[in-house]
């Protein structure tokens, strides 16, 4: 998680904000104000905000706008967005999530109920960018293919080729395969694949032996010579890698 | 031909599947079942899926830990995940939302709540796909 992240928080009452205020700074967040929709997007135009709270009803530029701004915003695009609102109809509620906002929260809130949700919608976020950044680490450019060397991995499709020759793997040698591509040329341990291709827990002797009948269906499928670009090589005591070119 | 997209739902009750399905049907939403969370993650390692409701107490892998699986696994880390469960404590719900889930649902659900709650969870999962793609 980031060091103390910042939230912005807009409602046009100032008793509320104030509480709100105290709430968050309390819980070591760093809180900015705003009383409506353009105040916040002065402030998202001049700092770096991680998560907003907005109330619907403001003048000036209400909750629902200010959410479509920020929407359209590539730079704010993945910022949680959550509304605090007095708008407890089920139509309210039911319109507010239609729209994609990251939660929706009636007044008067709880302090617990208040910090379990940005607590949840800040880790998300870094979940998703944690997720992000490996993926684009693999693919690229946005590609849809991993290759190392002649080997190619369509994710989509769940095809592997080599020398435009198709390799029939399972699903889970697949896992297995496209996960080391993701992470080529870095050795990944026994433990880490074992989550991955068999959802398991567990410590790095069993791991080793669960993974060895895996890992050499899959060798004997690519059928390449070992350290080959795309054979996957056994680091002793460490894990796997794909080997990529020298 | 790939398959399209299906919306995972799972649950150990087979009543509640059949309703949830049901809803799905209705909005045109093709989905997939599991009765408990290792079925759902044999199902995600073959499917594509767009989306997880999940219950939370099921026999064998509960919605925490296939909501923890799914979370760890980079391939599925922007698939939405939903709670849709009977623990409606407050300090249940509390403890589901700071997991991370992108949204929390106590039982019973309304069919038209369920369905705003999906469509708005895919169009934020886009707008998300669509700025990782800059």
Excluded at chain 1, 16 to 25: G, H
Excluded at chain 1, 104 to 129: C, E, N, W
């Amino acid at each position: 998680m980031r060091a103390m992240p910042s939230i912005l928080v807009v409602d046009d009452e100032a008793d509320l904000l104030e509480q709100i205020t105290l709430i968050l700074e309390a819980d070591d967040y760093r809180v900015f104000t705003a009383s409506n929709g353009l105040e916040a997007l002065k402030i998202l135009h001049t700092e770096q905000v991680h998560l907003i709270i907005a109330d619907i009803a403001m003048p000036d530029m209400n909750g629902y706008q200010l959410y479509t701004r920020v929407r359209e915003n590539l730079e704010w695009v993945t910022i949680p967005f959550i509304f605090l609102s007095a708008r407890t109809m089920d139509s309210d509620i039911r319109f507010g999530k239609e729209m994609g906002v990251d939660d929706y929260l009636t007044k008067p809130i709880r302090v617990a109920d208040l910090l379990a949700a940005v607590r949840g919608k800040l880790r998300r976020s870094q979940q998703l960018a944690d997720s992000l950044t490996q993926l684009k680490q693999s693919q690229g450019s946005g590609a849809r293919f991993l290759t190392a060397g002649e080997l190619q991995i369509d994710l989509d499709q769940h095809k592997v080729t080599w020398q435009d020759r198709e390799i029939k793997l399972s699903a889970r040698e697949f896992t297995l395969l496209a996960y080391l591509a993701r992470q080529a040329g870095k050795v990944v341990s026994p433990t880490e694949l074992i989550q991955v291709t068999h959802q398991l827990e567990t410590d790095p002797i069993e791991a080793g032996t669960l993974l060895r009948p895996l890992i050499l269906s899959v060798r004997r499928k690519l059928d390449l010579a070992e350290g080959e670009v795309g054979s996957i090589e056994n680091v002793r005591g460490v894990g796997y890698r794909l080997v990529i070119p020298a | 031909m790939k398959p399209q997209p299906a919306i995972l739902v799972v649950d150990d009750e087979p009543d509640m599947l059949e309703n949830l399905s049901l809803a799905l049907q209705v909005a045109d939403y093709p989905h997939l079942t599991a009765k408990d969370g290792l079925e759902a993650l044999e199902i995600l390692q073959t499917q594509p899926i767009q989306l997880i409701l999940s219950d939370i107490v099921m026999p064998r892998m509960n919605g925490y830990q296939l909501y923890q699986q799914v979370r760890e696994n980079p391939l599925w880390g922007a698939i939405p995940f939903i709670f849709v469960t009977g623990c409606w404590l407050n300090s249940e719900i509390c403890y589901g939302k700071e997991l991370g889930v992108d949204d929390y649902l106590v039982k019973p659900v309304k069919a038209n709540y369920l369905i705003a709650v999906i469509q708005g969870k895919l169009r934020r999962a886009q707008q998300l796909a669509k700025a990782a793609d800059q």
